[in-house]
Structures are given as C-alpha cells and as structure tokens.
C-alpha cells in the first residue's frame, strides 16, 4: 500500500490523491478535513481522467481524536464504491463531532485505469 498525498485547496475541503485503488490509513494530524465548527461533509471518491469506477472496494473512515492525539478506525461511516461505471460518486455525510478531523482511505476501490481522488468538503457549518 502507499500513501495517499493529502492537500487543502480551500480551508473546507481536503483532497487525497491515491495512484491505486487502495491507500494507508492517515497518519499526521493535517490529513483529512478539520471538523471544526461543521455538521455535515460531502465525501466524493473520483477516477483519473476518462476512467470510471468499476464497481468494488470502499472508503475506508478514520477520525483524528484531539483527546488522544491520534487516529481511529470508524467503520461505521464506511462508504462503498459498489455503484459501477461512474467517474465521479459523491456521498453526503453527517459529522461525528465539531472537532477533530475526519479522512477517508480507498480501500480495494477499482478504477478502469489510473488511480483514484478522494474529495472531502464541508456542507454544513456551526
């Protein structure tokens, strides 16, 4: 598995971008989205290019806690990528807490060819 390199284009979305269908957890506080004053986030898993998603595989919740400093596996807020042939699939998502962080790793997703972004935006804000 490799790392999925994460950016923050605009202070309320986070991007990942993952050459494969299949990244590490996060590992650094800076991943992922701060969830500082927001109730509600789209996740959007999108293909390279021309590519589609094909079908499998899934985005796999974490949650950065401030009160132990580190992350944690939330499977409930899982995503599957089941739906198949579509460049671009967007969930909406309501947010576990107003602090921390919360990042999405692509796990066994597959893409027709290419790799995989995964976009994190805030939709509802305190």
């Given amino acids: 598995m490799a790392a999925a390199t994460w950016t923050a284009p605009n ?5 990942a971008v993952s050459a494969s269908g299949t990244t590490d957890a996060p590992t650094l506080v800076t991943e992922g989205l701060d969830l500082y004053r ?3 986030f789209f996740v959007t898993a999108e293909a390279d290019g021309a590519q589609t998603l094909s079908g499998a595989g899934a985005l796999t919740a974490y949650f950065w806690d401030d009160a132990f400093a580190a ?3 939330v499977p409930a807020m899982d995503l599957a990528t089941t739906t198949a042939t579509v460049r671009r699939l967007s969930l909406h998502v309501s947010a576990p807490a ?5 990042a999405y790793a692509p796990t066994g997703v597959t893409v027709s060819g290419g790799g995989v972004t995964i976009y994190i935006t805030a939709a509802a804000l305190d």
């Fill in 38 to 40: 927001t109730k509600g």
């Fill in 98 to 102: 107003n602090r921390g962080r919360i």
């Fill in 11 to 15: 202070p309320k979305t986070s991007k």
């Fill in 71 to 73: 992350w944690s596996r």
